[in-house]
């Protein structure tokens, strides 16, 4: 039995094999979360979307986490860490074989039933294993195993989006060519079979999550909670409720930024680059520049935090690369333009492993509720991208109806969409500079 303290910098380090178990939950995030950038376009193509209708791939997974986040609060407080990340595994695995009714029937509510089932089940992993790795150690080091952590889960979502746009994106070129062209029937079969190609990789997603959840069941995972509040002394108020930590609120808005801008990143930049006219079968690679990018900073923050820069330093320098980035992208053209939203894996790393200790300090009994809110804030994945999504179907309308053609249109709606970037960005500087200290002792 481990009792984590948060507060005591000196405790003994964590054992090797919970930290390797609870990375190995990290890749599995990462390796589901991140294919959302090769399934935005293969969606848009196979049911004819627009692009704000394809970006409800990233909704239907992020809003799954403010339905969930609470129950999922809920439900670890009732059955515990361990029976909490089998248990989203398990409810992964569903959601991965819905996919096959839903290939089935080419029906777009049943891939985004799917999708979202899924992400009730990351929900549920997502609220067990941040708060658990946070508190596994010291939290001045926080930011560092995070930090570690982020590097399995990007490396699984480069090798995601690899594997799944070399899978789902085969072809795409030609059969959005042909599709102008050939007769309804001869469309609806050539739809018919590029969605059957999800059937095989999601039936050997679900076996691989089955098997994962009856080895999280089993594996010898310790026992860890957050250190209580400390009582308060004479003339002191005591913490009775959430509501009396500004600095977590502050956190959960920032984290809700983040993600918004996290998704936009790797999530939109296949189909960026798709618009701005590179072929489908070089944009595939395009999420993976975007992941080795964060993954190369994660490692960066895993040797710097906390011996040489602190969690704060570490999320203001990150947010000042962001919207420098963000004006760089809007203000540049073709290849240079998607470099610089692959940048933003580097602005964006440090970000979540920064915010999460930051915003669970200090909160003791209130730990476990403060991270549910915190994986609800991860909900800025389903509502940020598609404003995106909105803005440029709105931009490229309006640039068609100056008398552009449809490709110039498309390019430039995109490029000027990624302003959205820019508020987000300064909402996280503000917590970094002194919007994580409001409400604290000793701040």
């Given at each position: ?274 618009a701005l006219g590179f072929p489908a079968a070089d944009a595939k690679f395009f999420t993976t520049f975007t992941l080795l990018a964060m993954v190369a900073t994660y490692a960066l923050g895993a040797f710097l935090i906390p011996k040489y820069i602190t969690q ?75 404003l995106y999504g909105k803005f440029v179907d709105g931009a490229k309308a309006d640039l068609i109806a100056q008398g552009i053609s449809e490709v110039n249109a498309s390019a ?32």
């Amino acid at each position: 039995m481990v009792n984590a303290n948060t507060t005591n910098s000196s405790q003994t380090k964590p054992n090797l094999l919970p930290i390797l178990i609870i990375a190995s939950l990290f890749f599995i995030f990462g390796f589901v979360t991140w294919i959302n950038g090769a399934l935005i376009p293969f969606m848009k193509t196979i049911n004819e979307l627009t692009s704000a209708q394809s970006l409800l791939v990233a909704s239907a997974s992020y809003i799954s986490f403010v339905v969930m986040a609470l129950p999922a609060s809920y439900i670890l407080a009732k059955i515990g860490y361990k029976k909490g990340m089998s248990l989203g595994l398990f409810i992964m695995g569903f959601g991965a074989l819905i996919f096959i009714p839903a290939a089935e029937a080419r029906t777009y509510w049943m891939f985004l039933t799917g999708i979202f089932i899924q992400g009730a089940g990351m929900t549920l992993l997502q609220t067990a294993s941040n708060p658990y790795i946070t508190i596994l150690g010291p939290i001045e080091s926080a930011a560092k195993r995070i930090s570690i952590m982020g590097i399995c889960n990007k490396i699984a979502g480069a090798l995601g989006s690899l594997i799944f746009g070399s899978i789902l994106l085969s072809g795409i070129d030609e059969i959005q060519e042909k599709l102008s062209k050939v007769s309804v029937s001869e469309k609806n079969i050539l739809l018919n079979n590029m969605a059957d190609s999800v059937v095989v990789p999601y039936i050997s997603m679900a076996v691989v999550l089955f098997i994962l959840g009856i080895l999280i069941r089993k594996a010898p995972l310790p026992n860890v909670e957050a250190a209580p509040i400390e009582e308060a002394k004479d003339g002191q108020t005591v913490k009775t409720s959430i509501f009396q930590f500004p600095h977590l609120w502050l956190g959960v808005l920032t984290l809700f930024m983040y993600v918004g801008v996290e998704v936009i990143a790797g999530d939109t930049i296949i189909a960026y680059g798709i618009a701005l006219g590179f072929p489908a079968a070089d944009a595939k690679f395009f999420t993976t520049f975007t992941l080795l990018a964060m993954v190369a900073t994660y490692a960066l923050g895993a040797f710097l935090i906390p011996k040489y820069i602190t969690q704060a330093l570490a999320l203001r320098v990150s947010a000042v690369l962001g919207i420098i980035l963000s004006f760089c992208i809007v203000f540049s053209t073709g290849f240079t333009s998607v470099l610089f939203v692959a940048g933003l894996g580097i602005a964006n790393a440090l970000v979540w492993p920064a915010v999460w200790p930051l915003t669970l300090n200090g909160l003791g009994k209130f730990t476990k509720t403060g991270a549910a809110l915190l994986v609800m804030a991860i909900s800025g994945g389903a509502v940020i991208p598609p404003l995106y999504g909105k803005f440029v179907d709105g931009a490229k309308a309006d640039l068609i109806a100056q008398g552009i053609s449809e490709v110039n249109a498309s390019a430039s709606a995109s490029t000027k969409g990624y302003w959205i970037l820019l508020p987000c960005y300064i909402f996280i500087l503000y917590y970094a500079i002194s919007g994580h200290k409001i409400g604290l002792k000793n701040s």
